[in-house]
């Protein structure tokens, strides 16, 4: 077999396998803000606001009308992992929680048996344009912790461990190390409940950055743990006898380490991999269950509670215009970074 299969395009949603469910890669480079941290109405004409998935300007408003993002919706059965690069998110949520992340912190949801909660983009700089790249990866949850109280955490970007390295010939090699061990260094701690929480599991969630010319030494796992990557910026990346663009992912199949060479460009890369959960998949939209009928259960329930409801004032809102990083669980503040 070859060292990698599946090779295809990367999409606006990534295509990933068990027990990922996908990624979705935003890369946007918004305009200045207003006083309301949103866009300046002149850039809804040619929008379908509400719904605006076209690069328009070079950016995107999601659901967002004003503040670009994703108004508040719900999530059950499943957890999201969002990871910053550039920019930065305001999150809410039914159970009073609230927070600003942005420029490598990372976001760990598990939604467990059921939670609303927004994303919004806040345009906070108003003297200067507000670039925005983030990856939001969807793990899947085995049948006996769908129902597990919503817990979410923040993975500072200063407390995240990152290897740096040379290879042979001195090129730099970049490591950020979200989930997983990683060459004897071992991420922080996933929410208690996630299938990461398990180090049997095998979950790895690892961000890449080769110099030109560097060439890496992939660690690959065992025991029918699958392993993905995800090429999203760079010129080309070889292996052994394959070569890929950046643009494309591919699935890993190797028994012994991968060396991975950045060709004529640094390479920027993500690589996720974890043992199956091996359970049938029956999702619908937002809702992520085993059976059709467990989907239909919780549309039905959600439409009765709400997920505990709504405690913000608005759909979409946001923290303030300070450039404060925070998470605060029913008013109590947790942690405060200044960035």
Same mark, same amino acid.
């Given at each position: ?75 059950? +059965?499943?957890?999201?992992? !969002?990871?910053? &690069?550039?920019?930065?998110? @305001? ?5 009073? =929680?609230? /927070? ?46 769908k129902m ?31 989930? +997983?061990?990683?060459?004897? !260094?071992?991420? &922080?701690?996933?929410?208690? @409940? ?5 180090? =049997?599991? /095998? ?34 990346l070889e ?23 950045a060709q ?76």
């Amino acid at each position: 077999m070859n060292i990698l299969s599946h090779i295809k395009p990367l999409g606006f949603n990534w295509e990933m396998y068990d027990p990922f469910i996908f990624c979705a890669h935003h890369k946007d480079h918004f305009p200045r803000g207003n006083s309301e941290q949103g866009i300046d109405h002149r850039y809804h004409a040619g929008r379908h606001m509400g719904s605006d998935f076209n690069l328009k300007d070079g950016f995107r408003m999601y659901h967002g009308i004003d503040v670009p993002g994703f108004p508040a919706h719900p999530h059950r +059965g499943f957890e999201t992992v !969002t990871i910053t &690069l550039e920019g930065f998110i @305001d999150h809410s949520d039914s159970l009073g =929680g609230s /927070g600003r992340y942005g420029a490598g912190d990372v976001q760990w949801m598990t939604a467990g048996a059921g939670i609303q909660h927004s994303e919004m983009f806040p345009l906070i700089y108003q003297d200067s344009d507000n670039p925005l790249e983030l990856f939001q990866i969807w793990i899947n949850l085995p049948a006996n912790k769908k129902m597990v109280k919503p817990y979410y955490k923040m993975l500072w970007a200063e407390d995240i461990p990152v290897v740096e390295e040379k290879d042979a010939a001195g090129k730099r090699i970049n490591v950020r190390i979200i989930a +997983g061990d990683y060459k004897n !260094t071992r991420s &922080l701690s996933p929410t208690p @409940d996630s299938w990461a929480a398990n180090p =049997g599991n /095998g979950v790895a969630i690892w961000l890449f950055h080769l110099e030109a010319g560097a060439s890496v030494e992939i660690p690959v796992p065992g025991n029918g743990t699958t392993q993905s990557i995800y090429f999203y910026k760079g010129g080309s990346l070889e292996f052994k006898d394959i070569t890929i663009k950046s643009g494309f992912q591919a699935r890993i199949n190797a028994t012994e380490t991968v060396l991975a060479t950045a060709q004529e460009e640094d390479a920027y890369f993500l690589i996720v991999q974890g043992k199956p959960i091996a359970e049938p998949v029956a999702q619908y939209g937002p809702f992520v269950m085993n059976t059709r009928t467990e989907i239909q259960q919780t549309y039905n329930e959600y439409q009765l509670t709400q997920f505990g409801g709504w405690p913000w004032d608005r759909s979409d809102p946001v923290h303030g215009p300070d450039k404060i990083r925070f998470t605060e669980i029913k008013g109590e503040k947790r942690v405060s970074r200044t960035s």
